[in-house]
């Protein structure tokens, strides 16, 4: 969403007492990765005592940006990755 609501509803959260939220990312075909790094950190930085976690479904975000987010944003503490259903399981 846009990042006004998502700031807004992190705060709503954190007035809830969650202990964290998890970040979907933006959308949209000219997003860069800096850009993607700024919606986070932005987001992280309206609810500095909640953990976040992005939820990373774009292969163009590397390692090198998540970096750069917990650079910036020092309550990011994780990030979830989409799995596809081919993807390989340990499960018997």
Known sequence: GDLPTARRIASTAARAAAFG??????????????GWVRYHAEIASAVP??????????????DADLAALVAAAPNVVARTVECSPSAPTTRS
């Open 21 to 34: 939220v998890m970040v979907h990312e933006p959308t949209g075909p000219f997003r860069s990765a800096a």
């Open 49 to 62: 005592g909640l953990a976040v976690v992005p939820y990373v479904r774009d292969p163009g975000i590397r």
